[in-house]
C-alpha cells in the first residue's frame, strides 16, 4: 500500500494585532465590537453578526486539531457497491483503487455448469491501515447483474439491500442506547457501463433510474482500452446525454464558497472526466527505462493504469477517496438517507412541527406577527366589503323587482279604470238618447209588446 499520510491541521497562529491575520476579523480602532451590516440594511437587526477583537490568543483556533484526533481515534467507514456485468473487470478495479488484494482471482465457470438465475449480493470489509488512518472498507458486489437473459427486475435485489441498509442505521438511530452505531450505508455506487462505443443499454438506463435517489451514482466506462481516444470522447458524450435526457442525477463533488484556484482546477479536472473511462490492474511491469509501473501489456504497447494520458484511474481514485470520500459520506447520510428517513417516518404517519428548534428572533417573530395579523384584517375587511356589496346588489335586485311589480299593477288597475269609464260613458249616452241600456232589455220588451197584441 502506499504511504501517504493524512498532514494534521497547522498549529494555531499568534495573535495578530490588527485583527486580521488570524482570521478573528476586522473591529473597531477603541477594540468595540464592530456589528456587519443586517441583511434588511438595519444595523439595529438582532441577527447580524457581531465581530469581536481578541485581546489574546484564547485556543478555539485548536479545533480542527481535536477533530483531526478525534478521527485518527475513531477512524473510518466506507461503503462502496460495485454493479456490472460480469467480465468488465468489477473485482480487479478494486484491487487497484486500495492497492491490496480484496478481491481473490475468481476462476472461469465452466460453460457446463448452472449458473444462479438471480442476482446475489456478496459483501467483504477489511481493516486497512495507511498512515495511522484507519479504514472499515466494505465492498459490496452484485455478481449475476445483467448476465441472463430477461433482465427485468434484476435491479430489485440491489435497491432492496440499499434500503436494508438503511433500516438498519434507522434502527440503531431509535435505540436507548447509541453508543456503538455501526454504518453500512452504502456511501458510493460505481456502476460499470460496457465499451459498447454506442450509447447506454436499457438495463442501464432503468438501474440509474431507480437508484439514483439512494446511493451516490458514479459512472464508470469498463475496458477503456478496447476503444480509441476518439472513441472515448464519442462515448462519454452519448452517455452524458442520455443521463441528462433521462434525467438520472450522478454525484457531482460539491464547490465551496472561497475555494483556493488550485482547488477549483482540480474539481474541474475530475468534472470533464465523467464518466470515468479506466483500465485495472494489479500485475506490475517494468519498462526498458527500468520504471516499474501497473499495467497491461498488448502486442502494440502497454497500457499504464496510473498514467492519466491512458486512462481516467487517477482521477477516479482522487475523487473517490484522496478529496471527496468525506463529502460522499456526507450526502448519503444529510441528503440520500434523511430523504429516505422523512418519507419511511411520514408513511407510518409520523408527522413534525417544523418550527421545533428553530432560532426565533424577537424582533423578527414580531415582525412576522404583525404582518401575518395585517394580512388577516386585509382579508376580513375584503371579505366584509364583498359581503357588503352581495347585499346592497341582492336589495337593489328586489328594490327592482318589486318595483316592476307596482308598475304592472298600476298598469292593470288603470286600464280596468279606464274600461269601466267608457262602459259608464256608454251607459250615459243610452239614458240621455231614450235607448235601453242592454241589447237584451230591448229584446224582452220587444217580446212582452208582442204578446200583449
Not at 486500495?98 to 448452472?114: G, H, I, K, M, Q
Not at 434500503?163 to 452504502?186: G, H, I, S, T
Not at 463533488?253 to 464518466?275: C, F, G, M, Q, R
Request: overall charge neutral.
Amino acid at each position: 500500500m502506499s504511504s501517504a499520510g493524512v498532514s494534521p491541521s497547522p498549529s494555531p497562529q499568534p495573535y495578530a494585532p490588527n485583527g486580521g491575520a488570524n482570521g478573528y476579523g476586522a473591529s473597531s480602532p477603541n477594540g468595540s465590537a464592530s456589528p456587519a451590516p443586517a441583511p434588511n440594511g438595519s444595523s439595529h437587526h438582532l441577527s447580524s453578526i457581531v465581530r469581536k477583537k481578541l485581546m489574546g490568543y484564547v485556543g478555539f483556533a485548536n479545533l480542527p486539531n481535536q477533530v483531526h484526533r478525534k478521527s485518527i481515534r475513531k477512524g473510518f467507514q466506507f461503503t462502496c457497491m460495485v454493479v456490472g456485468e460480469s467480465g468488465l473487470g468489477k473485482s480487479t478495479l478494486i484491487n487497484t483503487l486500495f492497492n491490496t488484494t480484496l478481491y481473490p482471482a475468481r476462476p472461469s465457470p465452466d460453460p457446463a455448469v448452472e449458473r444462479p438465475k438471480t442476482v446475489a449480493i456478496e459483501s467483504i470489509s477489511a481493516d486497512i491501515e495507511e498512515s495511522t488512518v484507519r479504514l472499515r472498507l466494505t465492498v459490496v458486489d452484485t455478481p449475476g447483474f445483467g448476465d441472463f437473459v430477461n433482465n427485468d427486475e434484476s435491479w430489485k435485489p440491489i435497491v432492496e439491500n440499499i434500503e436494508a441498509r438503511f433500516d438498519a442505521y434507522l434502527e440503531q438511530e431509535n435505540r436507548v442506547n447509541r453508543q456503538k452505531m455501526v454504518d453500512n450505508r452504502v456511501h458510493a455506487c460505481l456502476y460499470f457501463i460496457q465499451p459498447t462505443g454506442h450509447a447506454l443499454k436499457q438495463i442501464d438506463i432503468e438501474f440509474m433510474r431507480r437508484l439514483h435517489t439512494k446511493v451516490n451514482l458514479i459512472p464508470i466506462i469498463a475496458k477503456a482500452d478496447t476503444l480509441t481516444d476518439e472513441e472515448v470522447q464519442n462515448f462519454k458524450r452519448r452517455v452524458l446525454a442520455d443521463i441528462e435526457h433521462h434525467n438520472i442525477r450522478i454525484f457531482q463533488a460539491p464547490v465551496y464558497e472561497n475555494e483556493d484556484e488550485e482547488t477549483l482546477a482540480e474539481h474541474e479536472a475530475i468534472t470533464t472526466k465523467i464518466p470515468f473511462a479506466v483500465v485495472g490492474s494489479n500485475s506490475e511491469l517494468e519498462l526498458e527505462d527500468g520504471r516499474v509501473i501497473r499495467g497491461r501489456s498488448y502486442p502494440w504497447g502497454v497500457v499504464e493504469v496510473d498514467n492519466e494520458e491512458h486512462c481516467d484511474f487517477v482521477k477516479l481514485r482522487q475523487m473517490l477517496i484522496r478529496t471527496h470520500m468525506e463529502e460522499l459520506r456526507e450526502h448519503t447520510n444529510n441528503v440520500l438517507y434523511e430523504n429516505y428517513r422523512s418519507d419511511k417516518l411520514l408513511g407510518m404517519g409520523v408527522t413534525q412541527d417544523h418550527s421545533v428548534f428553530r432560532e426565533v428572533n424577537p424582533a423578527a417573530k414580531t415582525a412576522e406577527e404583525r404582518t401575518l395579523h395585517e394580512a388577516k384584517l386585509s382579508k376580513m375587511e375584503a371579505e366584509m366589503k364583498m359581503v357588503f356589496q352581495q347585499k346592497v346588489q341582492e336589495k337593489e335586485a328586489k328594490l327592482k323587482q318589486s318595483e316592476e311589480e307596482l308598475y304592472a299593477r298600476h298598469r292593470e288597475m288603470k286600464e280596468a279604470l279606464e274600461k269601466q269609464r267608457a262602459e259608464l260613458e256608454d251607459k250615459k249616452r243610452r239614458l240621455e238618447s231614450g235607448r235601453p241600456l242592454t241589447p237584451e232589455k230591448a229584446s224582452q220588451t220587444k217580446k212582452k209588446g208582442f204578446l200583449r197584441t
